[in-house]
C-alpha cells in the first residue's frame, strides 16, 4: 500500500496541527497505522498506533494527552491530531501501515511508509 502524508508545516508553541495519511489501497480499515517521527540527528521514534479495527491505540509517554490518532474510513485515511505542540515534537512525521495490524510501537513491524511530512514548532 502506498501511503501519502500532509498537514506538516511551520506552527508555534501551543499551537495545534493535524496530521493526514492517505492510502492507495481500499479498504484502508484493513490495515494498522503507526506514526513515528525522526527529529534532526536523532533516531526515528514511535508517537502513535491505532488498530486496524480502529478499537486500541497507543501513544509515546512524551505525546499522550496532547496528540490523538483515529481512522477516517470514509476517506480512506488516519490522522494524527497534534494539540499543545512543543518545540520538542520538531521533526519529520511519518505515517506506516501493516496489514491487520495490532498497532505496534515497533517500526520494524510495518512494511509500508509514507515519504514523511516535517513538522517544525518554534517557541
Known amino acids: 500500500v502506498q501511503l501519502v502524508e500532509s498537514g506538516g508545516g511551520l506552527a508555534q508553541a501551543g499551537d495545534s496541527r493535524r496530521l493526514s495519511c492517505v492510502a492507495s489501497?481500499?479498504?484502508?480499515?484493513?490495515?494498522?497505522v503507526g506514526w513515528f517521527r525522526q527529529a534532526a540527528g536523532k533516531e526515528r521514534e514511535f508517537v502513535a498506533a491505532?488498530?486496524?479495527?480502529?478499537?486500541?491505540?497507543f501513544y509515546a509517554d512524551s505525546v499522550k494527552g496532547r496528540f490523538t490518532v483515529s481512522r477516517d474510513n470514509a476517506n480512506n485515511m488516519v490522522t494524527l491530531q497534534m494539540n499543545s505542540l512543543k518545540p520538542e515534537d520538531t521533526a519529520v512525521y511519518y505515517c506506516?501501515?501493516?496489514?491487520w495490524g495490532v498497532g505496534s510501537m515497533e517500526s520494524r513491524a510495518y512494511d509500508s511508509w509514507g515519504q514523511g511530512t516535517q513538522v517544525t514548532v518554534s517557541s
Open positions: 506506516a501501515a501493516e496489514l
Open positions: 489501497t481500499r479498504p484502508f480499515s484493513r490495515y494498522g
Open positions: 491505532i488498530t486496524w479495527s480502529g478499537g486500541t491505540t
